[in-house]
């Protein structure tokens, strides 16, 4: 790659970075623009050089956020190796997975999310701090949709932080801020798990993949800067955001695969 290839990366690895930080999908800058800027590589090599600056940037701002946000940590801790397992379960059959079919529903979610967050404003605005000590059946269902999200961002992966940052406003009566936290270290744990089986089919571009960590650490500490200082308004804004980016993007592909 020339220089000019590499500055691109570079500032859309930060832009990435910065994406994740707020309210997930860097995904959605980082691939298309691999895929672009180096049209030699395959998809899973793309995703999975995207796989590792991922990891390297949510894990980042997830340290950044966990030191100033409130926070249940062993419960945090129970997360880590579900996800991961899940993940990499996930990422295992995803070979087998019709990425046709799974479109629809996910744009389907999507918007039934967007749209019960528009409608109930106070919605991941405060948190019920009588729910601290999660009763057992919360916790059980919490665990369980954990499992499931963890296992989609293995097979398919868009949307994964905004499903993840509603079922633990919705279950566990979380704000966003301390969703968008937990939400995080289950990303960074899912990650890994995908980011492994990516190892073992040697699919990453290792000299690439670590100047793209680098970059999206950066865009991911900016990111997590933005996240203190807007709190739960700007994340119920940056969740809708998302929402309309996401469906829009995912309409496309379908449009072009039904081509």
Same mark, same amino acid.
């Given at each position: 790659m020339d220089?000019?290839?590499? /500055?691109?990366? *570079?500032?859309?690895?930060?832009?990435?970075g910065w994406?994740?930080?707020?309210i997930? @999908?860097?995904g959605l800058?980082?691939i298309?623009? /691999?895929? #672009?800027v180096?049209?030699? $590589?395959?998809?899973a090599?793309a995703?999975?050089?995207?796989?590792m600056?991922?990891v390297?940037?949510?894990?980042?701002?997830?340290w950044a956020l966990? =030191?100033?946000?409130?926070?249940d940590?062993? $419960?945090? %801790?129970?997360?880590?190796?579900l996800?991961?397992l %899940?993940s990499?379960?996930g990422a295992?059959?995803? !070979?087998? *997975?019709?990425?046709?079919?799974? =479109?629809?529903?996910?744009?389907?979610?999507?918007?039934f #999310?967007?749209? $019960?967050?528009?409608?109930?404003?106070?919605?991941?605005?405060? =948190?019920?701090?009588?729910?601290?000590?999660h009763?057992t059946?919360r916790?059980?269902? *919490?665990?369980?949709?954990? !499992?499931?999200?963890?296992?989609?961002?293995?097979?398919?992966?868009?949307?994964?932080?905004?499903?993840?940052i509603?079922s633990?406003?919705?279950?566990?009566?979380?704000?966003?801020m301390?969703s968008?936290?937990?939400?995080?270290?289950v990303?960074? #744990?899912t990650?890994?798990g995908?980011?492994?089986? $990516?190892?073992?089919?040697?699919?990453?571009? &290792?000299?690439?993949g670590?100047?793209?960590a680098? !970059?999206n650490i950066a865009?991911?500490?900016?990111?997590?800067?933005?996240?203190?200082? @807007? @709190?739960t308004?700007?994340?119920r804004?940056?969740?809708l955001?998302?929402?309309?980016v996401? #469906?829009?993007?995912?309409? &496309?592909?379908?449009?072009?695969?039904?081509r």
């Open positions: 220089i000019a290839q590499w /500055i691109v990366l *570079i500032i859309g690895a930060t832009a990435a994406v994740d930080a707020v997930g @999908g860097g800058v980082l298309p623009l /691999i895929l #672009s180096v049209p030699g $590589f395959s998809y090599t995703a999975a050089t995207n796989k600056a991922a390297s940037g949510t894990a980042s701002a997830t966990a =030191r100033k946000v409130p926070l940590k062993r $419960f945090a %801790c129970q997360l880590v190796p996800a991961l %899940c990499a379960g295992l059959v995803a !070979a087998q *997975i019709n990425k046709d079919i799974m =479109r629809p529903v996910v744009i389907v979610l999507l918007l #999310s967007g749209t $019960f967050v528009a409608l109930r404003p106070q919605f991941g605005q405060q =948190r019920q701090d009588n729910q601290e000590k009763s059946l916790r059980v269902a *919490i665990l369980g949709v954990v !499992a499931l999200i963890a296992m989609y961002d293995g097979v398919f992966g868009p949307g994964t932080g905004m499903f993840l509603m633990f406003s919705a279950i566990i009566a979380k704000d966003f301390q968008a936290v937990l939400a995080k270290i990303n960074t #744990s990650n890994l995908a980011l492994a089986v $990516f190892i073992a089919g040697g699919y990453v571009m &290792w000299k690439l670590v100047v793209l680098l !970059a865009g991911a500490q900016l990111g997590a800067r933005t996240v203190l200082g @807007g @709190g308004k700007l994340l804004r940056a969740l955001v998302l929402v309309v996401m #469906s829009a993007y995912l309409a &496309w592909q379908q449009y072009v695969a039904m």
